[in-house]
């Protein structure tokens, strides 16, 4: 059984309760990759927005990152 879906509202709950690595596993996409990390995720499993894509995709998400997440 899988655990139940946290969501943003709650990654952005939990992510305070814990100084330990959070990585958001499950619905990530390319698209909603970068929300999640800030909303407090140190890392995302993004498996099948990349199996789907392919090489497109691992460019498109690591273009993705570099442009929404700087600092």
Avoid: C, M, Q, W
């Amino acid at each position: 059984n899988p655990d139940p879906v946290v969501g943003l509202d709650g990654l952005r709950r939990l992510r305070p309760l814990s100084t330990r690595p959070l990585v958001a596993i499950g619905g990530i996409t390319i698209e909603n990759a970068a929300e999640v990390l800030r909303a407090g995720a140190d890392s995302v499993a993004v498996i099948s927005g990349l199996v789907a894509n392919s090489r497109a995709g691992v460019r498109s998400l690591a273009e993705r990152f570099l442009r929404e997440t700087r600092v």
